[in-house]
Nanobody, 119 residues
């Protein structure tokens, strides 16, 4: 079983910055990709950014140029640096990881961390 633990959410003013972290633990053989998704009240969960083990990244158009995803493969940890935050970035942010244990492939989600952008 693979567990993901997120941290770094909180309340920030418009234009501010936050850095989210997500650490994966458990019987991990390899992680192919990690990413961040978010869900605002009354809306569906949407992709924010993903990163492969090789470092290839993908971003939602709404966050390009403001958010940066990175990962530390040795620590099985992914980060999301969020700059120039806007009220519309307010959501619960979820970490996702896809990979393999010694026996099976897995896809796991974290419990979510609240990000609120408000003055």
């Amino acid at each position: 079983q693979v567990q993901l633990v997120e941290s770094g959410g909180g309340l920030v003013q418009p234009g501010g910055s936050l850095r989210l972290s997500c650490a994966a633990s458990g019987s991990i053989f390899s992680i192919y990709a990690m990413g961040w998704y978010r869900q605002a009240p009354g809306k569906q969960r949407e992709l924010v950014a993903t990163i492969t083990s090789g470092g290839s990244t993908n971003y939602a158009d709404s966050v390009k140029g403001r958010f940066t995803i990175s990962r530390d493969n040795a620590k099985n940890t992914v980060y999301l640096q969020m700059n120039s935050l806007k009220p519309e970035d307010t959501a619960v942010y979820y970490c996702n990881a896809e990979g393999a244990t010694a026996d099976v492939d897995f896809g796991s989600w974290g419990q979510g961390t609240q990000v609120t952008v408000s003055s």
